[in-house]
């Protein structure tokens, strides 16, 4: 039982991280097509941190 478990939570791990790189590949696209309001919004993230 344990076994199953971590081998679910390693997955769940993995396709965690391949959804990161997506949003990441996604995000760099999008700035790098509308680079100013990428700009703007990371400074407004920078000023509400």
Aim: glycine content about 4%; proline content about 0%; cysteine-free.
């Amino acid at each position: 039982m344990r076994g199953i478990f971590a081998e679910r939570s390693f997955k769940l791990r993995i396709s965690l991280l391949w959804a990161l790189e997506i949003a990441q590949g996604l995000a760099s696209w999008t700035q790098y097509r509308s680079f100013e309001f990428s700009r703007a919004r990371l400074n407004s993230v920078k000023h509400f941190f």
